[in-house]
């Protein structure tokens, strides 16, 4: 069994960030999916695979990277430059590109999942502050399991409670309300 923490969207909140980090300090994969908005060089992030958001002005960190872990190949991208507010077109079409199942993106601050094409994707939520009506920020720890399936439960970012019956709905019902405005 192997565990990823996958954040997203810290925006500076190291409190938050060195707390989480240390209670899963034993978690050998660590992902941040994009705006943590400090250099690369921080020692906050040092742990993590980490790629550039849109607040992210360090040009060190990779537009997007690829991670592989058992038979899995993980696309770890922000999601700003290739349209996510409008859908998965963009990052699915980079995921197919560089042959990744798994997707994990960050931007719209909305803890998701949704699978296209037999590809995997994953958006933790914010780890700072959400987009849903909830009021806390998320992360989420993606399990894969020996046998070669995986599991996700999304988390709170205070309290580590497993999160994920309150912020998929929610994300849902979001996403779904947002496209309609931005038709």
Known sequence: ?????????????????ANV???????????HCGDSDVPYDDPSI???VNVRGNHDSDDRFPIYSIVEIDNYRILVVHGHLHGIWYGYD?????AKENNCNLVFHGHTHIAHVETIDGI????PGSLMFNR???????????TIYDDGHFDYHFLHHETFEDV??????DGIELLADLKKYLK
Do not use: E, W
């Open 1 to 17: 069994m192997k565990q990823i923490l996958v954040i997203s969207d810290s925006h500076r909140d190291q409190d938050t960030l």
């Open 120 to 123: 995997f994707f994953l958006n």
């Open 164 to 169: 994920t019956d309150v912020v998929l709905p």
């Open 132 to 142: 849903g009506s909830y009021g806390y920020g998320t992360f989420a720890l993606f």
């Open 21 to 31: 980090t240390k209670h899963y300090a034993n978690i050998p994969y660590k992902i």
């Open 46 to 48: 040092a742990d993590y």
């Open 90 to 94: 963009g990052i699915l079409a980079l």
